[in-house]
T-cell receptor, first 113, second 117 residues
Framework: DAGVIQSPRHEVTEMGQEVTLRCKPI?????LFWYRQTMMRGLELLIY????????DSGMPEDRFSAKMPNASFSTLKIQPSEPRDSAVYFC???????????FGPGTRLTVL | AQSVAQPEDQVNVAEGNPLTVKCTYS??????LFWYVQYPNRGLQFLLK????DNLVKGSYGFEAEFNKSQTSFHLKKPSALVSDSALYFC???????????????WGLGTSLAVNP
């Protein structure tokens, strides 16, 4: 099993640019989670999907952030426009109804200059 | 309100000594409890979980955790620490009475474990 796949692994962009992060969950998993991790705020849940439907987006910081899951094998997290305070490591995780634990991807390290 | 507390920001132990990383929780209904480990510049890795059954749960890399309902705790333990165990450890929980289909986990802030040679 390839595990959760995220791309890109690193992204450096300038303030105001659009950023798109991508995630492929583990095959057969029906829940997908987007997290953000920083030194100051720790690990924060941004949004999660169940069967491709957003269930809880209360962690999305503001309207500049949006997430989609068009099918069971792909999700995107978009930031438009990006700001320096968005710099963080963004993790995607997936889980199934059989096993409750979440499996994390390697993360995308985003730097907004 | 549901919550998780990891009271220690950092734990230091000598190699070969037993280690404990503490976690307490508050949830609605029965708890589903998890421990994860994060090595530098890596994603979080699942270590072990408690859903039901035996209060002592064994996981990866020789770690174990004990569910204590009366103390609402789920402390992570290892009998003999290795230098390679040095990492950031996260406790997480969700309640069995989460509304609807909510599979959201509540996460602790993490405990940095340093094992000294």
């Amino acid at each position: 099993d390839a595990g959760v796949i995220q791309s890109p692994r690193h992204e450096v962009t300038e303030m105001g640019q659009e950023v798109t992060l991508r995630c492929k969950p583990i095959s057969g998993h029906n829940s997908l989670f987007w997290y953000r991790q920083t030194m100051m705020r720790g690990l924060e849940l941004l949004i999660y999907f169940n069967n491709n439907v957003p269930i809880d987006d209360s962690g999305m910081p503001e309207d500049r952030f949006s997430a989609k899951m068009p099918n069971a094998s792909f999700s995107t997290l978009k930031i438009q426009p990006s700001e320096p305070r968005d710099s963080a490591v963004y993790f995607c995780a997936s889980s199934s109804t059989v096993n409750n634990e979440q499996f994390f991807g390697p993360g995308t390290r985003l730097t907004v200059l | 309100a549901q919550s998780v507390a990891q009271p220690e920001d950092q734990v230091n132990v000598a190699e070969g000594n037993p280690l404990t990383v503490k976690c307490t929780y508050s949830v609605s209904g029965n708890p589903y409890l998890f421990w994860y480990v994060q090595y530098p510049n890596r994603g979080l890795q699942f270590l072990l979980k408690y859903i039901t059954g035996d209060n002592l749960v064994k996981g990866s890399y020789g770690f174990e955790a004990e569910f204590n309902k009366s103390q609402t705790s789920f402390h992570l333990k290892k009998p003999s620490a290795l230098v390679s165990d040095s990492a950031l450890y996260f406790c997480a929980v969700r309640g069995s009475k989460n509304a609807g289909n909510n599979r959201k986990l509540i996460w602790g802030l993490g405990t940095s474990l340093a094992v000294n040679p």
